[in-house]
C-alpha cells in the first residue's frame, strides 16, 4: 500500500465525517488486482446486460459514448481500510443503461474481462448510485485501474465496483462473486463495516 | 500488476494447513497440469492472495485473512499430494 495519512496525530483522521468507521484517509490511489491486467482496447470492447428471458443489450464504445457521460465527484472506500475522498469521475449513469431493460430479478452478477465476478442487488445500481465509468480525475481510465471501463457504486466498499467490466446477468438470487465467494461479505457496505462474513 | 511464485504462500499453508507448499504438488482443475504449488502464480493482494495456475491461469485457490479467522479455498485444486516428511 502507499502513503498512509491520517495516522498517528495525522490531521485528517477518523474525524473526518466522511470517513466510515475503520478507514484512513490516501492521497494516492492503491492498485488491487487479483490476475494479470487484460489489455482491452476500445475497438472490440462491448458491455452486456443479459436478462431471464435470453435478452441480450449491447452497446460498443461509440454506442456508449452516445448513451451520455456525466461528471459526478465522489468518494470510494477500500475493505482494506483507505478512503480517497472528493474524486472526480466521468460515466454513464447505470439507470441509462437499465432504461430498455425488462426484468423481474432483483440480483445482477457482474462479470469482467479477465474472469473477475462481483455480485450485487440491482436496487443498489439504479437511482444515481452507479455508473460505468471511463475518466477518472481528467483522464481515461488506465488498464491497472479498470480500464477502458469500470463499474463505479462507491456506497459500497470498492471490490464491488469492478474493473475491465464486460456485462451483466440478471439473477433471481443474491449468488456471490469472486471475494463474496472467499470470505467477504455479500452487500459490504462501508458505513455498516459489511467487510466480512 | 505482477505476480509472484507460490512460495509467498509457504507462511500461509504452514499456519492454516500445516503443510510446507515447496513440497507439495496440485493438479489444476481447469487444464489438468500437475505442478509443485511452488510454481503457482500469486498475486498478493491486500484483500488476500490469488494463486494462479501458471500454464491456463485459472484460479486455483485464494487465502483471506479475516478479523477472526483464515478462509481457505483450494477449489480450483482437483486434489494436492503432501509427501511425508
Ligand atoms: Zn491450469
Not at chain 1, 14 to 23: A, I, K, T, V
Not at chain 1, 35 to 42: F, L, M
Not at chain 1, 121 to 144: F, I, K
Request: with cysteine.
Amino acid at each position: 500500500m502507499g502513503v498512509i495519512n491520517g495516522g498517528f496525530g495525522g490531521r485528517h483522521g477518523s474525524s473526518d465525517p466522511r470517513l466510515p468507521p475503520g478507514q484512513t484517509h490516501v492521497y494516492d490511489w492503491p492498485v488491487l488486482s487479483t490476475g494479470p491486467t487484460p489489455n482491452v482496447d476500445e475497438g472490440r470492447w462491448s458491455f452486456t446486460i443479459t436478462t431471464e428471458d435470453e435478452v441480450t443489450h449491447r452497446w460498443n464504445w461509440g454506442e456508449l459514448q452516445e448513451v451520455g457521460v456525466e461528471d459526478v465527484v465522489t468518494d470510494i472506500h477500500c475493505v482494506t481500510h483507505w478512503s480517497k475522498l472528493d474524486m472526480a469521475w466521468r460515466g454513464v449513469p447505470m439507470d441509462r443503461l437499465f432504461e430498455d431493460v425488462e426484468t423481474s430479478y432483483d440480483y445482477v452478477m457482474v462479470r469482467s474481462y479477465g474472469g473477475y465476478t462481483t455480485n450485487l442487488p440491482l436496487e443498489d445500481l439504479l437511482d444515481g448510485q452507479a455508473w460505468l465509468a471511463t475518466e477518472a480525475e481528467g483522464e481515461p481510465l488506465t488498464p491497472e485501474h479498470g480500464g477502458p471501463a469500470r463499474l463505479l457504486v462507491p456506497h459500497l466498499y470498492f471490490w464491488k465496483s469492478a474493473k475491465w467490466v464486460r456485462g451483466m446477468e440478471m439473477m433471481p438470487s443474491d449468488d456471490p462473486g469472486f471475494w463474496e465467494q472467499n470470505g467477504y461479505h455479500l452487500r459490504g457496505d462501508p458505513w455498516r463495516e459489511e467487510r466480512y462474513w | 500488476m505482477t505476480h509472484v511464485d507460490g512460495n509467498a504462500l509457504a507462511g500461509a499453508f504452514a499456519t492454516t494447513l500445516g503443510i510446507e507448499i515447496t513440497v507439495t504438488v496440485g493438479r489444476c482443475r481447469s487444464c489438468g497440469s500437475s505442478f509443485n504449488l511452488a510454481c503457482a502464480h500469486v498475486f498478493i493482494t491486500a484483500m488476500g492472495a490469488v494463486m494462479r495456475c501458471g500454464h491456463c491461469q485459472a484460479v486455483l485457490g485464494v487465502i483471506v485473512r479475516g478479523f477472526r479467522e483464515t478462509l481457505v479455498n483450494l477449489s480450483g485444486l482437483d486434489y494436492i499430494r503432501v509427501p511425508h516428511l
